[in-house]
């Protein structure tokens, strides 16, 4: 008997805002929100980690979107928006996250084990999918941080690759360490069974590291309008073509701007759900 209280009262650890399983259900009920167990949880540095959760059965979203994720706090639950770093079709929910030491989610999040339990939001939605852009030949997605998140969704899903010849993803972090997701999106994406094939010769994945040593130094925007990126990868002009060049852009608001700036210079219009253009733009939210 004692061995089982222990096991319910464990649910949701101190760390997280002690909870019982059945007390975050009757939560999850109230809300309208999923109730989902933590599968896989990777730390890459001090300051960013991964985790994964159950897929609730009922939630389709399309690849790109966010959803809000979050804790009990008290008797409510405090929700952030998260984009889903993982593609429509996979079985599981991925999420990549900052750890802030004052952030009022993320201080908790970071504590999170598997076996813990996390509040989803039962409505995906957001800009950055395939379907706010016009046909076009190359995509481009450029990110900083944990702006990266929705693109990791979006190279996966198979439509992405019936719609583009060519995909390039640029991440742009301060120090090395701090690009998340670099082994794979350099060699284990090429061993996939399914992916190596599709995006053999037909993917780039181009990192730029800011404030530290590494190969190819400085912000995406600089080495844009410097034609170092467009040398790099051996593009023929380092302006956007609006007919051909589909552009997604995640990261802090100071550089969705100054690329929106700079996309709509280059004569590339701003694409929306229900009206699709040659760019679209996202926050990367928490952080
Ligand atoms: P920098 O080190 O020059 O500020 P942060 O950790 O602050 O979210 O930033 C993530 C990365 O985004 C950093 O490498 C940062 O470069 C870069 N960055 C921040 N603002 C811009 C911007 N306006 N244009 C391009 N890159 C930016």
Redesign the pocket.
């Known amino acids: 008997m004692a061995e089982e209280l222990k096991s319910v009262a464990t649910e949701l650890p101190q760390a997280l805002g002690s909870a019982t399983l059945s007390q975050l259900e009757a939560m999850a009920e109230t809300k309208k929100l999923f109730l989902t167990k933590v599968i896989w949880v990777h730390h890459w540095t001090q300051g960013l980690f991964s985790f994964r959760v159950e897929r609730p059965r009922s939630l389709r979203f399309r690849s790109g979107e966010f959803v809000m994720i979050g804790l009990k706090d008290g008797d409510k639950p405090l929700l952030r928006a998260y984009s889903i770093a993982s593609p429509s079709w996979e079985e599981h929910l991925e999420f990549f996250s900052v750890k802030v030491r004052e952030g009022p989610l993320t201080s908790r999040l970071q504590h999170l084990d598997v076996g813990n339990y996390i509040f989803v939001s039962k409505k995906p939605v957001g800009t950055l999918i395939i379907d706010a852009l016009k046909p076009g030949k190359r995509l481009f997605m450029v990110a900083?941080?944990t702006g990266l998140a929705p693109f990791l969704s979006v190279l996966r899903d198979p439509e992405t690759h019936e719609k583009f010849e060519e995909i390039i993803i640029t991440h742009?972090?301060?120090e090395q360490e701090e690009l998340a997701y670099r082994n794979f999106l350099e060699t284990e994406i090429h061993d996939d069974e399914i992916f190596g094939e599709l995006l053999k010769d037909r993917f780039t994945y181009y990192p730029t590291v800011?404030?530290g040593e590494f190969q190819t130094r400085g912000?995406?925007?600089n080495r844009i309008r410097s034609g170092e990126f467009a040398a790099d990868i051996h593009l023929s002009n380092n302006r956007f073509n609006p007919i051909t060049d589909r552009v997604m852009v995640c990261?802090?608001m100071?550089?969705n701007k100054?690329m929106a700036g700079m996309l709509e210079a280059h004569g590339l219009v701003e694409g929306h759900n229900n009206n699709p253009g040659s760019y679209v733009l996202e926050r990367a939210f928490v952080?």
């Open positions: 900083t941080g742009t972090v301060r800011t404030r912000r995406i925007t990261g802090s100071a550089f100054e952080g």
